[in-house]
């Protein structure tokens, strides 16, 4: 047996009429072949399909008005038509079937094989109403003594291909006359989520198998009231805007096809939903809070709460300073998160000044109802400042301790060490100022005394500080020393 080349074939059809009889017209697209390029053709085979397409009672529509009409809409690539392609076919050519397929080889020769699918499709929904799947080996084409094995392609059409349109069920090819439909290829809904008052509008995208004076008149369904369709004929495009109900609630949206019969087809378009409450949102602080004020230096956790749990659209955090002038944003979409942290920076590199600032938080539901909460926090860096005077009595030191900023202490210590690293004072405190009295051995003693004050003000904030000689105190003896704090935080 000689076979020039065996093929894959892909076919579908596809119908615009339910349970349409085979006395419809038929559009019969060039078959793909993949064997040769994306866009080569098997016109051998695509001419006998069309040939047992008309035995089987289609009406075949002429091959030059369809490659006219693949010309005008630029279909260059076979196997496939979009639904926008199907319903010009259908209202240019009258057009109630089309015929796609695609071929391609599988395997050379020997051991050459081919697989069939065959799909049938309404035009006007696109549903599969029908498909089938085949698989030919050559060997089940080669016989005993090879009496009758097929020589050419074109005795595979006569002892395979003649029989693609046999396992058609009854049903489809039975002639009963079905009542003409209507429906929804695509459909837009929005704003899905919209306040009371506000404006919804849809767009239509419909089929119908009923044309010219049978064809339906349109309208929306709204709360169980008609509204009006605005119909653009040439894309089959209905559409309609209109005030959203002052109710909140989730409203259907149905379209209603009316045939001039009196029949009625009701499809759902979609639901949105009223939603006229806004999000009950609360805010907290987490740092140092005294007399019902919360301060902080180093890091502030801002955690904001809905009352009422929902979902949102979006959230924004704000910082003002005490002149109303917003210094810091943050904001993202979504949830807002359950806790944010502010480490006091400005920017990377800059510090907000000691002082009051508001903390505003904002969020948004689906249907953009604002919800909003605020509260003042303060930022204090201030480290205490302690001022040390000395006042000699004979054989004792007063030593005067006060801090320079008017910040409360949480606690201060002092202690004083002899020149032989004897402890001469240890002293603990919260309130400043405050007199030390040291005792001396005698009235002119000049050995140095060492110095330590350590102090923490109620906001966290640290000083120290080493006077290396005390009784010759002067500011150039003085040593500052800061104690280490963690690094700041990114901000948010």
Known sequence: MKLPRIFIIVLTMVLALPGASFAGSLAVFPLLDLSQDESGVNLALTGYLREKAAEKGFA????????AFLVKHRIRNMGVLTS??????????????????????????????????????????????????RDLHEDDLISLLAI???????????????????????????????????????????PV?????????????????????????????LAGNEHPLDQDPGARLLRATWLAPEQSGVYPVDLVAVFPEGE?????????????????????FIGRTFDDAVYFNHELAIVPLLTIPEVLSRWEIRVYDKDRQLVLLQDGNGQIP?????????????????????VHAQVWDRAENLGSAEGYVNVIRSKPQPKLTLERQENDVLVHLE?????????????????????????????????LELSLQSSDAEDPLELIFAAQDRYGNQTWQKIDNLLNLGIKQVETEVV?????LENF
């Not at 693609?164 to 209507?182: H, K, N, Q, V």
């Not at 306040?195 to 849809?202: A, H, L, R, S």
């Not at 910040?407 to 100022?433: H, I």
């Open 193 to 221: 989520f919209v306040k009371p008052g506000e404006k919804m509008e849809t767009e239509i995208r419909i089929y119908s198998t009923a044309v010219g004076a049978g064809a339906p008149s349109y309208h929306l369904l």
């Open 84 to 133: 926008y392609q199907l319903t010009r076919l259908r209202e240019e050519l009258n057009a109630e079937y089309a015929l796609l397929g695609t071929v391609c080889q599988l395997g050379e020769q020997p051991a050459a094989k081919l697989s069939l699918s065959l799909q049938l499709v309404r035009t006007g929904d696109e549903a599969v109403i029908w498909s089938v799947i």
């Open 338 to 358: 359950e806790r944010l942290y502010w480490n006091g920076m400005l920017s990377g590199t800059q510090e907000a000044p000691d002082g009051k600032y508001l």
């Open 60 to 67: 075949v529509l002429p091959e030059e008005e369809l490659m």
């Open 403 to 435: 801090n320079e900023v008017d910040s409360p202490l949480a606690f201060w210590f002092v202690k004083v060490y002899e020149k032989n690293g004897g402890l001469l004072l240890s002293q603990l405190g919260e309130t400043l100022p405050v007199t």
């Open 264 to 284: 009625r087809q009701i499809q759902r378009v979609g639901e949105y939903t009223v939603d006229g409450t806004a999000p009950e949102l609360t805010i907290r």
């Open 148 to 190: 009758n094995d097929p020589d050419s392609l074109q005795d595979l059409f006569d002892s395979y291909f003649s029989t693609l349109f046999d396992d058609l069920p009854p049903e489809i090819s039975e002639s009963d006359e079905t009542a003409p439909s209507a429906g929804i290829l695509t459909a837009k809904l929005q």
């Open 484 to 488: 280490p704090e963690s690094d700041w």
